[in-house]
């Protein structure tokens, strides 16, 4: 089992940047395939990006591509979302998560295949 925290929300400014980061637990983190997912007030919760087990490959929605980053560091247990030029639409609540699926799986964007969440960190852009 793995336990997951975030941490780096908080009001900005349209335009600005935050950090978000989520800590992990657990001995096999490496063996996890991690991913960030929102979800604003009314809206369903929406996939924002992934990450490979290794960290070699990223995966992002169209909506943030180009603006957010994300990255690992599996030496630490943790995970990342740079996230550049918000913009009043990326305000919810964020969610990392992690999928246990064998290492021959490969990386998911639907939130259906991640089997451990954390609790969220809040994201508000000011316009």
């Known amino acids: 089992q793995v336990q997951l925290v975030e941490s780096g929300g908080g009001l900005v400014q349209a335009g600005g940047s935050l950090r978000l980061s989520c800590a992990a637990s657990?001995?096999?983190?490496?063996?996890?395939?991690m991913g960030w997912f929102r979800q604003a007030p009314g809206k369903e919760r929406e996939f924002v990006a992934a990450?490979?087990?290794?960290?070699?490959?990223?995966y992002y929605a169209d909506s943030v591509k180009g603006r957010f980053t994300i990255s690992r560091e599996n030496a630490v247990n943790s995970m990342y979302l740079q996230m550049n030029s918000l913009k009043p639409e990326d305000t919810a609540t964020y969610f990392c998560a992690a999928d246990s699926s064998h290492y021959t799986v490969p990386v998911s964007r639907s939130g259906y295949r991640y089997d451990y969440w954390g609790q969220g960190t809040q994201v508000t852009v000011s316009s």
């Open positions: 657990g001995r096999t983190y490496s063996s996890y395939i």
């Open positions: 990450i490979s087990r290794s960290g070699g490959n990223t």
